[in-house]
């Protein structure tokens, strides 16, 4: 078994080198441009971490400059927008204090430990205290960790609340009461345009903890809900309408972002579910140690009563062969009458979180077997022909060490996590459309950068896990380039809806993941 960077292909620091953002198509001559039907001069963009420009598992200056809507705002400069505010971080390490005491992990770094780059986070005191609070509005709403309905909820800025997960840490900086909402600071700015991405974290957070959420379609109180659920398609209806409408009441225009399928994101693509790679002789082995699981289970499910012809069944499912190369991982499920001794092998399409404890799997038979020496003396029991005790026979069903919920996404939640999707994209797509909003598929645009990548003017955005360029070290959010990306798009749909001619953005001038970090 393999450390998973085996896997992203890196062979050249090369393949790292950023640069600093620069804008192209810069004129002097602002009527070049025009607005159309839209008005940009007070651009106000609500939505989550994808918003405010998180990237590295942090929200850091360097991100937020690099955040999509503050690229939007400087394209928008050309077209008669005005001045684009943000709630800044005070450093680029990125973590948070809660009088002074840190609450939130500083970004991640690429570093080369032992010989292999792997993400590494980043040491050092951060500034940003929770309890300075800034004055004044913000253009950019975005929020780290929101769901829909906490852009609606009072008190979700409040300090008081962050220590029992009722407020945010990060829209407590900002807010401009203890008892203000996030869609009322932003509303209240009266913006003349404005862009809305949100749902995301109503089903990522379900998937990035390996489901071990609830799926709450047919619950229609978000309050019940907790940090990892998926929220009711209904539920995520109703709030999106409203947030529309508060935005929409005054403005021009807008644009709306649909939500990707996390599926394809480097978080669950990065580790194979085969991965547990096996020469002749230890494929040989586990197959032989599966073969004597069974035939204890049987043993086991007749001393509980079971028929024995019916013990005999239940148990073949755990004579499991094993190959020569990579095989699949075994992964814990919910033992039921069908498979009593709860795990089997994953499947194709199931996914590892990129989290996942790779020096357990490497190691420790995380995903397989723990053979320890007293199960191996109860193997060479029963390669002998001889019969273990009960207790010794015990120790062989416990030997069996499967990857645990948290660490994965089995079938049935990916169902799950598809399902909520689709309904709330059609939700998204349905009110842009009957409100007249610019419409951007991301859902599709990401399909696109994981499959075959997006050609740009000097190479290839792809998906791949640090290599690609698309995405930042945590797996889920976006490089500058990513959040470029997102706002040239974002351009192009405002342009062919209110008839503006905005200049999209060269996504190449835009920097991904380094080797070395610059801004410490």
């Given at each position: 078994m393999k ?6 292909g ?32 007070n651009f ?9 420009g ?8 360097q ?18 927008g ?25 970004r ?12 590494a ?10 309890t300075n ?10 929020v ?9 909820a ?8 962050i ?7 990060y ?11 996030v ?12 862009s809305l991405?949100?749902g ?8 990035t903890?390996?489901g ?14 907790g ?15 409203d ?6 009441a ?11 399928d996390?599926?394809?994101?480097p978080?669950?693509?990065?580790v194979?579910?085969?991965a ?14 599966f ?10 499910l007749?001393q ?14 755990y ?14 499920v919910?033992?039921s ?14 996914l ?7 020096a ?24 002998q ?18 990857i645990?919920?948290?660490d994965?996404?089995?079938a ?10 689709e ?6 797509e349905g009110?842009?459309?009957?409100n007249g909003l ?14 075959t ?12 896990f ?19 990306f ?6 192009q749909s ?12 060269n996504?190449?001038?835009?920097g991904?993941?380094?080797?070395s970090?610059?801004?410490?």
């Open positions: 450390n998973y960077l085996k896997y992203i890196i062979s050249a620091c090369a393949m790292f080198l950023s640069c600093e953002p620069e804008f192209d198509n810069q004129v002097q001559e602002n009527d070049i441009y025009v607005s159309g039907d839209a008005d940009f001069s106000v963009s609500v939505g989550n971490s994808l918003t405010s998180y990237a590295d598992n942090a929200l850091y200056i991100g937020q400059e690099n955040s999509f809507p503050n690229i939007m705002a400087t394209k928008f400069e050309l077209v008669g005005g001045e684009f505010k943000q709630p800044m971080m005070e450093d680029n390490l990125g973590g948070l204090l809660l009088s002074g005491q840190q609450i939130t992990e500083n991640l770094v690429l570093s080369v430990t032992s010989g292999s780059p792997a993400p986070i980043l040491a050092g005191t951060p500034q940003t205290e929770i609070k800034l004055s004044g509005s913000f253009n950019n709403m975005g780290p960790g929101a769901k829909s309905f906490h852009l609606a009072p008190g979700y800025g409040n300090p008081a609340g220590t029992s997960g009722q407020a945010n840490p829209f407590a900086r900002f807010a401009s009461s203890e008892s203000a909402t869609i009322e600071d932003a509303a209240s700015q009266n913006p003349t345009f404005f991405w949100i995301n974290n109503d089903i990522l957070s379900f998937a903890s390996g071990i959420g609830v799926d709450q379609a047919g619950n229609l109180d978000p309050s019940t809900y940090s990892n659920d998926i929220t009711d398609p209904n539920v995520f209806a109703s709030v999106y309408n947030l529309l409408n508060a935005l929409n005054n403005a021009s225009g807008g644009v709306v972002f649909n939500i990707p996390v599926t394809n994101i978080f669950f693509t990065t194979p579910n085969n547990l790679a096996l020469d002749a002789a230890q494929a040989q082995g586990l197959t032989g140690f073969q004597a699981f069974a035939g204890i289970a049987t043993q086991a007749i509980q009563g079971v028929p024995a012809a019916q013990a005999q069944a239940l148990a073949a499912q004579a499991i062969t094993f190959n020569e190369g990579p095989n699949r991982f075994l992964i814990s919910e033992p009458q069908q498979n009593p001794f709860g795990f089997r092998q994953m499947t194709e399409e199931e590892l979180v990129l989290t996942i404890d790779q357990a799997l490497q190691n420790d038979g995380y995903g397989s077997v723990a053979l320890t020496p007293e199960v191996m003396q109860v193997l060479g029991i029963l390669q022909g001889g019969t273990p005790t009960p207790q010794q026979a015990m120790l062989v069903l416990e030997a069996v060490n499967p645990q919920d948290k994965a996404l089995d049935d939640e990916i169902m799950m996590v598809q399902t909520a999707k309904s709330f994209n059609a939700t998204i009110l842009a459309q009957a610019a419409f951007v598929d991301v859902d599709e645009l990401m399909k696109e950068v994981s499959s990548g997006i050609v740009y003017e000097s190479g290839v955005m792809t998906s791949t640090v290599t690609g360029g698309a995405f930042s070290l945590d797996g889920v959010h976006l490089t500058p380039r990513g959040y470029a997102i706002a040239s798009e974002a351009i405002i342009n062919e809806t209110y008839g503006s001619t905005v200049p999209t953005v996504i190449g001038n835009f991904t993941v380094t080797f970090d610059d801004v410490q």
